[in-house]
Nanobody
Framework: DVQLQASGGGSVQAGGSLRLSCATSGFSFDDYAIGWFRQGPGKAREGLSCIASSDGTTYYADSVKGRFTISTDNAKNTVYLQMNSLKPEDTANYYC????????????????????WGQGTQVTVSS
């Protein structure tokens, strides 16, 4: 069975940093892109950052580009999100997701949808 366990959230001051981790099992990074969605108060679910190890495709939402960095440890089936220069608008529940990429679309629509997701971890940024 597919498992996606996010951790590392917490409460920080604006300008601070957090590193989120997602431990995964039950699927291969060859077949799925892996990454992060978030949903803040009163906001729609947002594809934040995803990576496809199969071809190296990486996606960042404009709102986090230059501040957040996604990485993987394939041997440990783990994905990370390093978040720097955090802003109050980053306050959200952050969810680890897996996206099937062995379709005709491949990675062209990376981080536009997901097929599996975890419970999420809360990030709260105060000003």
């Amino acid at each position: 069975d597919v498992q996606l366990q996010a951790s590392g959230g917490g409460s920080v001051q604006a300008g601070g940093s957090l590193r989120l981790s997602c431990a995964t099992s039950g699927f291969s990074f060859d077949d799925y892109a892996i990454g992060w969605f978030r949903q803040g108060p009163g906001k729609a679910r947002e594809g934040l950052s995803c990576i496809a190890s199969s071809d190296g495709t990486t996606y960042y939402a404009d709102s986090v580009k230059g501040r957040f960095t996604i990485s993987t440890d394939n041997a440990k089936n783990t994905v990370y999100l390093q978040m720097n220069s955090l802003k109050p608008e980053d306050t959200a529940n952050y969810y680890c997701v897996a996206q099937w990429i062995r379709s005709s679309a491949g990675t062209r629509e990376i981080c536009r949808r997901y097929d599996y997701w975890g419970q999420g971890t809360q990030v709260t940024v105060s000003s």
